[in-house]
């Protein structure tokens, strides 16, 4: 039993050793890794898909998928961008954004919800219209006459006692994430929604309110993905964000989270994100071609799922 | 063919599910091989169809020893293994479903249809059963998907045919047939190994009956040398006295009121009442609308018109939130797919109805909800480590506690029992009795649909039935026999 419970515990613990070991062997290759400055931009490099995965896990969470996102980033940082270049006040221009993320996220969340349609298909929709969206509007052109706001740098590239303001970011709302599903009403309605949403809608829970919020969440955390991309390059792209979705299932799926809903944790997110960053950030250094990269990281996820099965 | 298992070990983890279990077959008998759940009856079935592998002991088939690597050679040897879930595939069609796996193929491996076809027909004619081989699997009833699975087994020449909980889903028609069919298949030579719960089943059908218990071989009686009692004791090991507990409830005003219930095509013309403390059995044949009703007053069924009060006030139910918070609490049917999420634990299946209570602001509180869940298991006398054990290993009994702990911290004045025992041994069938009767006690209206017309008869305080969606009359417990419910559900009038 005793034997059981600790091959359970390793297992739970499968994505973090294997993070710690990637660190370990590629700080042994390469003394250019081991580097604080390094680890700072690293972290700063994994905040973006960070944000994206925390909102993607809420909505995988509940049996769903989210591959709008790297969309809902581009429109949302894209209007965001319009607005400052036409001389709206930074602070209500992100605001504006964060809200706009939001509502598209929320667009989404109809279709499955109202509109009955299967969270791949819907996003796949919403996806493909905002992506088209954005190329309309901007006409396949960046927005890059973004003036010289404090408040626009400070987002991407300010930092508080040396820690990157991204960073502060993302670990703010891995606590708040953290704190919203294992201690609120809200969190429990996400489980039980992915978990048997037959037995949740029976015992009163409102399924669709909860399916909504989870995809208004995703898309709120897509836009202020955005908004730090935004920042950093200093200029909104037509396609920026695109494939981003993937980074963000993969990093949810390393994390031990079920597709199939009901079962996961933000902190496993946490993880998968900080492994697919080390991989990106650790290949790069060892000067790894972005072909073999991809591979490289298409076998992590491989073994991370299949460790996980066998539970 | 005869089959001899002795000394069957098998342990799965530490966990040692059969100690010493045996078995004996005869040619041509109807076998029932009964126990609570957790007994060992589908582990040791298990074993000798080669879907597990024994640690310990012999199997012997017609004199000699075998080990079925896996069903396929037990099938080849001619036993075959009725699952309780029924292993269908709904999209395809009969034909396809009985030859699936061993299609008849021209000499280009293409399908010969026609011939599939044939052979089908000719298997069901043989059965006596009237279904068109072309007709999709999931246009079928239960029981005909039932036969359809009896129809396989007969394709391959099965000389020992296991069936688990084979009437769970079937109709009282339904159950007649496959019955008759079972009588036919042992004049046949076949031998029938039949699990069940239903003690009434197996005195009418079976031949002889080995028990199990815990894992271990009790004893082998033919029927006529037992009874009911017998049973019941070599089941649990003890006696449990009287099947149903005597009921002292003090029966008040109404609070509950239906009025003019409709829905179309499904039931309409809908009225009555449950008073405090009552219990209202509901019967009526498997498909006449009980749960459709029940589905309906909890606002859970679209297109539903008519009246509901509580305590004399109209109250409108537009969805399961709407009921609860008027006070109504659904036990369903079907606790696997809809009373319980099967991999998380005690605690959030109990906390998920009752989220209002242990939270503040939206947020949990830990220690509320740690006394919430502790005192229910312990009221309940749920068998478990503590609140984080997981749902899905837990026994159908403690399951069906766990489901009523969660509805009934939620304080309901009207509960909605739907066959409340389903699935659940007769040790823990008992428990769930009190549980109900303690309820009622409290001045719960309790409304309890149930198949089993000894249940209802056993715990109601009056009966009302069901047929093709409309009342055909409310007994009360004067009247209330299983003929005259029989009767008012198929459709005939009871002489004054």
Request: hydrophobic content about 45%.
């Amino acid at each position: 039993m005793n034997n059981k419970k600790l091959i359970n515990y390793v297992q739970d613990l499968g994505a973090l050793i294997a993070l710690i070991l990637l660190i370990v062997v590629i700080s042994i290759i390469s003394p250019e890794f081991r580097t604080v400055g390094n680890f700072l931009s690293l972290l700063r490099q994994s905040s973006i898909n960070g944000l994206i995965a925390f909102g993607m896990t809420f909505v995988i969470l509940t049996g769903g998928i989210d591959l709008s996102v790297g969309s809902v980033l581009a429109l949302s940082t894209a209007l965001c961008a319009k607005f400052i270049a036409n001389g709206m006040p930074v602070g209500l221009a992100i605001l504006l954004a964060l809200i706009i993320g939001t509502g598209f996220g929320l667009i989404s969340g109809v279709l499955i919800t109202k509109g009955r349609l299967q969270p791949f298909i819907a996003t796949l929709i919403t996806m493909t219209v905002f992506r088209g969206a954005t190329m309309i509007f901007m006409d396949g052109k960046p927005i890059s006459n973004l003036g010289d706001s404090f408040l626009l740098k400070f987002i991407g590239k300010g930092s508080i006692f040396g820690i990157p303001v991204p960073v502060i970011l993302f670990i703010a709302i891995f606590v708040l994430f953290i704190f919203i599903l294992e201690k609120t009403v809200f969190g429990r309605r996400i489980y039980a929604t992915g978990s048997n949403w037959k037995s949740a809608k029976l015992s009163g829970v409102n399924i669709d309110k909860t399916k909504l919020a989870a995809y208004a969440i995703s898309g709120c955390m897509a836009a202020l993905a955005g908004l730090i991309l935004l920042s950093r390059l200093g200029s909104a792209q037509p396609t920026l964000g695109s494939g981003y979705e993937l980074d963000a299932i993969a990093a949810v799926a390393l994390g031990g989270t079920s597709m199939n809903g009901g079962r996961g944790r933000i902190w496993g997110t946490f993880v998968g994100v900080l492994i697919i960053a080390v991989l990106n950030n650790g290949l790069n250094i060892l000067g790894v071609s972005s072909y073999y990269q991809d591979v490289v990281k298409g076998v992590v996820i491989l073994i991370a799922v299949l460790s996980d099965r066998k539970r | 063919m005869q089959i001899e298992m002795r000394g069957i070990n098998k342990a799965f983890g530490g966990n040692k599910v059969l100690k010493n279990a045996g078995f004996l077959l005869d040619n041509g008998e109807v076998h029932a091989l009964v126990g609570e759940n957790g007994a060992g009856k589908s582990t040791l079935m298990k074993i000798l169809t080669g879907v597990y592998t024994r640690d310990e002991g012999t199997v012997i088939v017609d004199g000699k020893e075998v080990c079925y690597k896996n069903p396929k050679e037990a099938e080849n040897a001619g036993i075959v293994f009725i699952h309780q879930e029924l292993n269908v595939l709904f999209d395809l069609t009969v034909e396809e479903n009985m030859f699936m796996g061993k299609e008849i193929t021209n000499k280009f491996g293409v399908c010969d249809k026609k011939s599939m076809r044939d052979e089908a027909k000719k298997v069901l004619d043989r059965l006596g059963v009237n279904i068109n081989p072309s007709t999709r699997m999931d246009r079928l009833s239960v029981g005909q998907q039932q036969m359809i699975e009896i129809a396989k087994a007969l394709m391959i020449d099965a000389k020992v045919i296991i069936m688990d909980e084979p009437t769970a889903a079937l109709t009282q028609n339904e159950t007649k047939v496959l019955f008759q069919i079972i009588r036919n298949l042992r004049e046949k030579g076949v031998s029938i190994i039949y699990i069940s719960h239903r003690m009434e089943e197996i005195f009418e059908l079976c031949d002889s009956i080995t028990v199990l218990r815990d894992g271990e071989y009790i004893a082998t009686k033919k029927i006529t040398d037992t009874d009911m009692n017998d049973l019941v004791k070599m089941m649990i090991g003890r006696e449990i006295g009287e099947r149903y507990p005597e009921r002292n409830a003090k029966i008040g005003a109404v609070v509950f009121e239906v009025k003019d219930f409709n829905c179309p095509g499904v039931f309409n013309n809908i009225s009555f009442q449950v008073r405090a403390g009552e219990v209202l059995g509901v019967s009526g044949l498997m498909g006449a609308g009980r749960t459709e009703i029940m589905k309906a007053i909890f606002g859970d069924m679209p297109n539903v018109t008519g009246k509901v009060f509580i305590d004399g006030m109209e109250i409108v139910n537009k969805n399961p939130r709407d009921a609860m918070k008027n006070g109504i609490g659904f036990i369903t049917e079907d606790r696997k797919s809809e009373g319980l999420m099967l991999e998380d634990s005690i605690m959030k299946n109990i906390s998920i109805a009752n989220l209002g209570r242990i939270s503040k602001n939206g947020v949990l509180m830990k220690k509320t909800e740690d006394d919430l869940v502790k005192e229910a298991i312990e009221e309940l006398h749920i068998k478990c480590f503590g609140p984080s054990h997981e749902c899905n290993k837990l026994s159908g009994g403690n399951q069906q506690k766990v489901v009523f702990a969660k509805w009934i911290d939620t304080d309901p004045k009207v509960l909605i029992l739907d066959e409340p025992t389903r699935g659940v041994d007769i040790g823990a069938k008992k428990d769930i009795y009190n549980i109900i009767n303690k309820l009622a006690a409290t001045g719960v209206a309790i409304i309890m649909v149930s198949s089993e017309l000894p249940e209802v008869l056993g715990m109601s305080d009056r009966i009302m039935v069901v047929r093709e969606g409309k009342i055909t009359g409310i007994l009360p417990k004067e009247k209330a026999n299983q003929e005259n419910i029989m009767t008012l559900a198929t459709g005939g009038k009871l002489n004054e």
